[in-house]
Each structure stands twice: as C-alpha cells, then as structure tokens.
C-alpha cells in the first residue's frame, strides 16, 4: 500500500498537468460566458436608457399635440364659425397631405428655406461682426449698445414699406428685413456671452500668454459659446417670422413660396389649405428650434456645463 501511494505522489509533472487542463478550460470557458452575460446586460441597459431618454422627450410634445387637437376638435364641435370657415382636423389632414405629396408645395418649401438661408446666414455674419466689435470697445458699447436692444424689440414687418421703397418688389427687399430682424439677437447674444465670461479664465488666459486677439480666439469666444448659441436661436425666430412676414407682403412675379401658398388661399377663402400651410410653417420652426437645442446641449457637454 505504502508502494503505491508514493507511486501516485511521484507521478510526472507532465501527467499533473494535464489533470488540471481540463479544468483551467473550464475555467475559461465559464469566464468567456459571464463576460459575454456582462456585456449583453449593459448593452441591454443601454438600449433601454436610450429608450427612456427618447420617450422622455417624445412623450410631452405628443401630448401637447393630443391636446392641441382636442381643444381646436372643441372649438369646432361648439359653433363658433361655419366649418367652411373653421374646418376641424378631420377635414384640414386630408388636404394637408394632398399639399404634401404634389411638387409645387415643395418647390414653395425650397424656395422660402432658400431665403431663411440666405437671410439667417447673412445675419450671422452682420451680428457676429457687430457682436465682436460692440463686446470690445466700450466707446462702441455706450454708442450702439442701447440701439442694438432697441433694433431687436422693433418689430420687423415696420421695415417692409421702407425695404419696398429702398429695393422694390425683390429678394432684397426680404432679405433686408430678416437680417434687421435677426441680427441685432445674435449680436446680443455674443455681447452676453463675453460679458459674462469668469474673470478668473481672463487672468488665467493672460497667465499663460494669450493677449489681444489670441485671448479672444482661443479663450473669450469658446467660453461665450452658450450665450452666442441662445442668441443664434432667438435670432432664427426673429428671421422666421420676418421671413414669413415678407413671402406674405412682398410677392414677386410667378414665385411661389409658403407665403404665397398662405396668401393665395386667404384670397380664396380656402381655410382648409391655408391651416395646413400654417402647420408646415409650425412644423418647420418646431424642427430647427430641436437642432438648437441638440447643438446647445453639445456644446454644454463639450464644456462641461451640462451632466
């Protein structure tokens, strides 16, 4: 007996090691395996936060529409106006996607978004402009400050009898409004954001070496990012209205845009298709006013001003 227990316990490296193979591969095996449960419940929980975060967001804007509904559905059950003057939403959809499917309605949208376009762009570039130089000159500040405010609160339909005088019946003539209309926010807007950048990232910026413009580039402008974007999205409101307001009142030639849509079926006494232009219009603000609120949330996460 003594003989053979010394035979196990003298038993060749070789032969131990491939008793324990079998279950170091096991060992793996069951490792490998909760890994891949690990990774398949966070990609689940994932998944689910992603869902939660989309409802979470969905879900008040569709009940917003519910009730929206409901009360215009209510105004016309109570017979306030004849449904040929104020049809409900059953009969406004129907004409709604008719206008939807055919090629003149879209040629009438690329044509006004077009000139939002161009108008906001412009904008852009007269308000960032005025912005910079108002923001940095003090004699500026105190010249044109006051005036900036009081070009916002204007309301922009005041200036379409002189932009009809100054450029006729033409592009220029809206063109000219919107960018009064959206350009004295986005200049307010960057003026806000470098008045209120911490003075403790001004020394710091001097500390390390940057001065004059570099300061500016490199440290005011990031740092005044979410005022300027605030700005950028109430001026695009004051652009849009401006806009809509000029399809309206400056018709030029053959040209068929949403305002032309609109005013033609006020001619015509065409309630149906001038609501559901009124909803394009609604649904087109409603959009771009979503891609500012995605562009500020970034730039909020980008520096660290948002969870």
């Keep these: 007996m003594a003989h053979d227990t010394t035979s196990r316990n003298d038993a060749p490296p070789e032969v131990a090691a491939t008793g324990d193979a079998p279950a170091a591969s096991t060992a793996d095996r069951l490792n490998r395996e909760l890994a891949g449960l690990d990774a398949l419940e966070l990609g689940g929980g994932t ?20 009730i929206a509904l409901l009360a215009w559905q209510a105004v016309v059950w109570s017979g ?22 055919s090629s003149r309605f879209w040629k009438a949208v690329a ?11 412009l904008s852009i570039a007269v308000g960032v402009v005025v912005g910079a130089l108002v923001s940095q000159f003090r004699v500026l500040r105190r010249a044109f400050g006051s005036l900036i405010t009081g070009l916002q609160t204007m309301p922009s339909i005041a200036w379409f009898p002189l932009a009809i005088l100054l450029f006729k019946l033409s592009e220029s003539a809206i063109l000219f409004v919107v960018v009064l209309g959206a350009a004295p926010s986005i200049a ?8 209120y950048t911490p003075p403790i990232l001004l020394r710091a910026g001097k500390v390390m070496g940057l001065r004059g413009f570099n300061l500016y580039r490199h440290l005011v402008l990031p740092a005044s990012l979410p005022s300027f974007i605030a700005g950028l999205k109430q001026g695009w409101a004051f652009a849009w209205r401006s806009l809509m307001a000029g399809e309206l009142l400056v018709i030029i030639g053959s040209t068929t845009s949403l305002g032309v849509l609109l005013s033609q079926a006020r001619e015509l006494n065409n309630t149906a298709d001038m609501i559901s232009y009124m909803i394009v219009i609604l649904v087109i603000g409603i ?17 660290g001003l948002e969870d």
């Design 188 to 195: 307010n807007g960057l003026i806000a954001g470098v008045d």
């Design 47 to 66: 998944g689910r936060r992603l869902l939660q975060r989309t409802w979470s967001a969905l879900w008040p804007m569709a009940a917003a529409v519910v």
């Design 287 to 303: 959009v771009i006013d979503q891609l500012f609120g995605v562009l500020d949330r970034a730039v909020r996460g980008r520096w």
């Design 111 to 121: 044509l006004t978004m077009q000139r939002a376009i161009i108008g906001f762009a």
């Design 80 to 101: 306030w106006k004849d449904p040929w003057v104020l049809p409900g939403p059953r009969d406004t959809f129907p004409v709604l996607w008719d206008q939807v499917t």
